[in-house]
């Protein structure tokens, strides 16, 4: 299978250009001629360990380990991601010795010109797709690999149960393959892959979404006293039932605000046409909040630390309709008292470990919001459990897999 993705990867090679090209100019990339695995900065001196991860959660949850590895002073750190608003979120957050580049499409021209480069010591991989000619390359060239947090669907397990003979040759040199769940290990031992272990979540770690304090100052000023909770990463077909659960809630508490924060921004304005024809105020952040409105639509993206920092109840979309969940821990982090649907299958052992189980059904959602606003000061336990989480979670192991470049050569 490797060798026809290979074989076909060269065929269409004049469409990675056209493609790469295309998303740029749509405004998707962040750097184009990373794509094509040619470098926007100058290599540091001396050893480069490489950290791979896919977006903005991996990102967050990969800083602990960033600051962890820049404790030796002889080793800089080259990251990668997909997104484009990962990457500006980095440029922001990445401490000094840790450089930014946006992966290369998974094509053997681009991947050879990337890692002649920046020719790293180390490969670390955190909850990516697999892409085969990126960790097979990497392989040719003997560089130590490390593949963390990984997750699969159960789709994906399927599709690799029917493939071994592709998937076992594919990560049989990674040092470590740390899952997150009991059922993924299982199917990585059943690929035959018996060094795959079970390790906390490095997402349990994560440092704490960025915070625009000027807007947090403006929010707290415009809610002052009301009552408030927030929907969090919306979809389109959760959004009308938000709207309906508020104007139940609104029943005992008329003054209440509904923060709404789509995952799609662009759906802002449906949102504030079915609260109009529902007699509802809405306003939009991109415009000017009513102050005295019913519901508050935040239309923008990269500002959801702000929102979770103040701290309340936030209820996760996606976990209401089929995209089953979103990253719960976010705004648990900040203290929230986090409300899940019965749909959380993405984020499920958290979703088990942390929160219990204890999803809210559609139908009693409302009556949970009235009663955690009339009862604001009751326990956070899955905050408290996620603190103690925090404090066992050590990155030793996987330190001690990447920093050997051979059986007898250590690098740091």
């Known amino acids: 299978m490797l060798r026809t993705y290979y074989i076909l990867s060269i065929i269409l090679t004049p469409l990675y250009y056209v493609w790469g090209v295309i998303r740029f100019m749509k405004k998707k ?6 794509k094509f695995g040619i470098p926007s900065l100058k290599r540091p001196n001396g050893h ?5 991860c896919a977006s903005v959660g991996e990102s967050l949850s990969a800083m602990p380990l960033i600051h ?25 957050r990445l401490p000094p010795n840790a450089y930014y580049q946006t992966i290369p499409f998974d094509h ?16 670390i991989l955190i909850e990516s797709d697999m892409w085969p000619i990126m960790i097979h390359m990497a392989k040719k060239q003997s560089i130590p690999f490390v593949f963390i947090n990984v997750r699969m669907s159960e789709k994906t397990i399927n599709f690799w149960m ?57 929010l707290r000023d415009a809610i002052q006293n009301r009552p408030f909770f927030i929907v969090s990463s919306s979809h389109p077909e959760e959004e009308n039932f938000f709207i309906g659960i508020y104007e139940k809630v609104r029943v005992c508490h008329p003054d209440v605000i509904m923060l709404i924060a789509p995952r799609h921004p662009i759906r802002s304005e449906a949102i504030v046409k079915e609260c109009q024809n529902r007699s509802l105020v809405a306003s939009k952040r991109t415009e000017t909040i009513h102050p005295h409105g019913n519901v508050w639509i935040l239309d923008t993206i990269g500002e959801m630390g702000t929102l979770y920092s103040l701290k309340g109840i936030v209820i ?6 089929k995209i089953e969940g979103h990253n719960p821990l976010e705004p648990l982090y900040l203290g929230n008292d986090v409300i899940c649907g019965p749909r959380m299958k993405n984020f499920q052992d958290i979703f088990d470990y942390i929160f219990e189980s204890k999803a809210v059904f559609p ?11 009339q009862n604001s000061t009751e326990n956070n336990l899955a905050f ?8 066992t979670i050590d990155l030793s192991l996987i330190v001690d897999c990447i920093k050997y470049r051979s059986q007898d050569q250590m690098f740091f």
């Open 29 to 34: 990339e962040y750097c184009l001629k990373n």
């Open 48 to 52: 480069i360990i490489w950290i791979h």
């Open 68 to 92: 962890t590895l820049l404790q030796n002073k002889d080793v800089s750190l080259l990251i990668t991601t997909t997104t484009k608003s990962s990457a500006e979120l980095l440029q922001k």
């Open 108 to 123: 053997p021209l681009f991947i050879r010109r990337f890692l002649k480069f920046w020719t790293p010591s180390s490969f």
């Open 162 to 218: 029917k493939h071994t003979k592709s998937i076992r040759p594919l990560l049989d040199h990674a040092r470590l393959i740390g899952v997150q769940t009991k059922h993924v290990l299982q199917a990585f031992h059943q690929f035959g892959l018996k060094k795959a272990v079970l390790i906390p979540n490095l997402k349990y770690i994560a440092q704490d979404l960025p915070v625009n304090s000027y807007l947090l100052s403006c």
């Open 316 to 321: 996760m979309g996606g976990s209401f309709c």
């Open 363 to 373: 139908n009693d959602l409302h009556a949970i919001i009235i009663k955690k606003l």
């Open 384 to 391: 408290e459990k996620l603190l103690s989480v925090q404090k």
